[in-house]
């Protein structure tokens, strides 16, 4: 099938903050519900994507949340998702029908989540509170607390709850006080309130000279005198090396042997990737996840137009454009801090250049909004080759992360 569609995905944090899963879905061209036909190729789609035939689940620990029709439920592509890591949504009321709930009952012996939204929490029957894993809670109105409270009560141990949308951080403790098992929402992008901000930690101020002065070229020996001033840095530089093979069955031990054989470009890209690492500003887990999908999501996307040398700035840009909330820093002086190409710049701080429309691209894809479809036209990118470079940019990122 031709794809019109694109997929857009929201994280879903447990109450750690931490992120145990995406929910994918399809970002219809003009806005209708997608059909039957067009959800069923979304499952084909994203497990001939992430569930390689020879590497297995390419999500790692991910579950990933579909939404689902009951005559999609016998579909041949669920057989090649892994049960364990697959959530089909489908409506509540679509269990009122008997073969739907069979084949419901089925799907979930075999393994597979399902989760029910748009149910009627309080009278939920107990069949239909046996065959779901999940029950969706919607939150409407001011008082999130007390309906979380009453959700709370009737939580079953086999029954988990996704609470959405949540909306502030208020909301967020009040739901994982009382239980909830998952939330979905933008709240991650918010800062949390009563943190202080400390700006940069002494790490990520060694970091960013380090990065400088890749940019700048300088001699192997003057890096490698910066990088002793940090031990854990050094140690997680030789780690990184050894387990990525670069030694090719001999464990590297100097530092200088270690940035002669990673060479610049590599370099740069682990000091930026490290750079979100070290952050102490109080943000969770899930937002420097987002900032490497992002990164390599905006780096796909400029591959098939721009130079090859691009790709590098690119990635910088996508990582960089949450450095200032990892930071707990104002952009322009995150900006302040580290000599960047003119056009990185102007893509971080108006979306606008060479780099501005690939990042806004990318950042869209995080975003149900109408602007994906026409980002990627003005980009000349069809949805399919945008929707395989998220999935490759989902799985690049959790390998990175762990």
């Known amino acids: ?80 998702m892994p049960p364990e890591r697959t959530v089909l949504t489908l409506k509540a009321s679509d269990l009122a029908d008997r073969d739907t709930l069979a084949a419901v009952q089925g799907l979930r012996a075999g393994g597979v989540g399902i989760s029910l939204r748009d149910g009627d929490l309080l009278n939920i029957g107990s069949t239909i509170a046996r065959s779901a894993s999940y029950i969706e809670v919607r939150f409407s109105g001011a008082d999130v607390a007390a309906q979380a409270r009453t959700y709370a009560a009737l939580k079953q141990a086999s029954v988990g709850m996704v609470g959405r949308p949540v909306t502030t951080w208020a909301d967020f403790d009040a739901c994982a006080a009382l239980g909830l098992d998952a939330f979905v929402g933008k709240l991650h992008l918010t800062p949390r ?52 093979g670069f030694g090719a069955g001999r464990d590297i031990q100097s530092l200088r042997q270690a940035i002669s054989m990673l060479g610049y470009a590599p370099l740069y890209r682990w000091l930026t990737l490290l750079l979100a690492t070290a952050s102490t500003s109080g943000y969770s887990p899930v937002l420097m996840e987002t900032a490497v999908v992002r990164g390599r999501l905006a780096e796909l996307l400029g591959q098939k137009i721009l130079p090859r040398g691009e790709g590098e700035n690119l990635f910088v840009c996508g990582m960089f454009s949450l450095l200032d909330r990892l930071l707990g820093l104002p952009m322009k002086e995150v900006l302040d801090t580290i000599q960047l190409p003119d056009e990185v710049v102007r893509a971080l701080l108006t979306r606008g250049g060479i780099y501005g429309p690939y990042l806004a691209l990318a950042e869209a894809c995080e975003l149900n909004s109408n602007l994906v479809s026409s980002l990627a036209s003005s980009l000349n990118i069809s949805p399919e080759e945008v929707n395989k470079m998220h999935l490759q940019a989902l799985a690049w990122a959790q390998n990175v992360t762990a």
Do not use: C
């Not at 857009?8 to 447990?14: F, G, N, T, Y």
């Not at 400088?212 to 002793?228: F, S, T, Y």
């Open 1 to 80: 099938m031709h794809q019109t569609n694109f997929i857009v995905r929201e994280p879903l944090l447990d109450p750690k903050q931490r992120v145990i899963g995406y929910e994918l879905s399809w970002q219809h061209h003009d806005g209708d519900t997608p059909s039957e036909a067009e959800l069923e190729s979304l499952i084909g789609f994203v497990a001939e994507h992430v569930n390689d035939e020879d590497d297995g689940w390419l999500l790692r620990d991910k579950v990933l949340f579909l939404d689902a029709v009951p005559g999609m439920l016998s579909t041949d592509a669920l057989h090649r």
């Open 193 to 244: 309130p009563g943190i202080p901000v400390k700006g940069m930690n002494p790490a990520q101020a060694i970091i960013l000279q380090l990065m400088q002065m890749v940019q700048n070229n300088e001699d192997i020996p003057k890096i490698e005198g910066v990088l002793k001033r940090d031990p854990a840095l050094s140690y997680k530089l030789l780690r990184f090396i050894n387990t990525a």
